[in-house]
């Protein structure tokens, strides 16, 4: 699967991985309904909004020194640039933290991901 097919669930899941929570798949009659991390606490599992989350992106942005660029372009879905000292080149998405997601992910993993998370 390639990381720029990733819908906004899917990005957060990998992130999520990459930051080295174990997965849990959700299925229901055979399909995937769903994603959510284990904890060994109380709290409901789910899976953090890294794409949609000012807080929770905004330090993970800073501990891994991720710079983004605002594009003014007109090519859909490519507005924002982010680089990772580990990768040569920037990923794009059409929001900040989505470039930004899939830099780390990309960083972690390369622009091909197995379709097994």
């Known amino acids: 699967m390639n990381l720029y097919e990733l819908d906004d669930q899917l990005l957060n899941v990998w992130v999520a991985k990459a930051e080295g929570h174990m997965i849990a798949t959700i299925k229901q009659g055979g399909e995937i309904t769903g994603y959510s991390i ?7 599992p789910r899976i953090p909004r890294y794409t949609t989350e000012p807080g929770i992106a905004d330090a ?3 501990r891994e020194g991720i710079t983004t660029i605002h594009l003014r372009s007109f090519i859909p879905g490519y507005t924002y640039q982010s680089s990772h000292p580990a990768l040569k080149g920037s990923r794009g998405g059409p929001t900040e933290y ?4 899939r830099a780390y992910v990309a ?5 091909e991901l197995p379709e097994e998370i």
């Open 38 to 44: 284990y904890y060994y606490s109380g709290d409901t």
């Open 60 to 62: 993970l942005i800073a």
């Open 98 to 101: 989505i470039a930004a997601m």
């Open 107 to 111: 960083s972690r993993y390369g622009n």
